[in-house]
């Protein structure tokens, strides 16, 4: 299995401009995860999907921040309009039935 | 809610020194515990975990941790670190949340730097 799949890998965009990260969860998980990780917040969960269905946004941090999960072998999360603050590392996560995730090897989302 | 708390947050030994690691959970029912491992640059990979049965739990590497209930908690450790252990690690709780769906919870990791 290749494991959960992210892109981009690196990321640099102008303020202002949409993001769009994408993910591949490992087939026949059924969680998708959403983090953050920055060093001053360190990891954050944003968002997470239960059978594409999203459970808890409750870490999605504004109105900026949306994401979707079409179906079970995809999934995007989106900014718009970024910050410079936006900036840090995504990670995307998958599991089966819980409890224990498998991590992308991450995006890591620079605004100038 | 539940929470995770990691106490060090930067941590410094020598090669073959013990390496012991604090994690603290808040949450009464039943949880599953886990310890990730983030070396530089890299993505979170599982190092062990605790679902049930011997409260002391033996991941890769020659780490281990051992499942307290009464004092909620879930420390690290290892006998003898090497260099190739320098990372940042995280625990991380799976509990119920609210409205009653699972929740994994990661405390905010501890840096561990080994010297040579």
């Known amino acids: 299995d290749a494991g959960v799949i992210q892109s981009p890998r690196h990321e640099v965009t102008e303020m202002g401009q949409e993001v769009t990260l994408r993910c591949k969860p490992i087939?026949?998980?059924?969680?998708l995860f959403w983090y953050r990780q920055t060093m001053m917040r360190g990891l954050e969960l944003l968002i997470y999907?239960?059978?594409?269905?999203?459970?808890?946004d409750s870490g999605m941090p504004e109105d900026r921040f949306s994401a979707k999960m079409p179906n079970a072998s995809f999934s995007t999360l989106k900014i718009q309009p970024s910050e410079p603050r936006d900036s840090a590392v995504y990670f995307c996560?998958?599991?089966?039935?819980?409890?224990?995730?498998?991590f992308g090897q991450g995006t890591r989302l620079t605004v100038v | 809610a539940q929470s995770v708390s990691q106490h060090n947050h930067h941590v410094i030994l020598s090669e073959a020194a013990s390496l012991e690691l604090g994690c603290n959970y808040s949450?009464?029912?039943?949880?599953?515990l886990f310890w990730y491992v983030q070396y530089p640059g890299q993505h979170l990979q599982l190092l062990l975990k605790?679902?049930?049965?011997?409260?002391l739990v033996k991941g890769i590497k020659g780490f281990e941790a051992e499942f307290i209930k009464s004092k909620f908690s879930f420390n690290l450790r290892k006998p003898s670190v090497q260099w190739s252990d320098t990372a940042e690690y995280f625990c991380a709780v799976n509990a119920p949340n609210s409205g009653g769906y699972q929740k994994v919870t990661f405390g905010t990791g501890t840096k561990l730097q080994v010297i040579p």
């Open positions: 996560a998958s599991s089966l039935d819980l409890p224990e995730a498998f």
């Open positions: 999907f239960n059978n594409n269905v999203p459970i808890d």
């Open positions: 605790y679902f049930s049965g011997d409260p």
């Open positions: 949450y009464g029912g039943t949880v599953n």
């Open positions: 087939s026949g998980h059924n969680s």
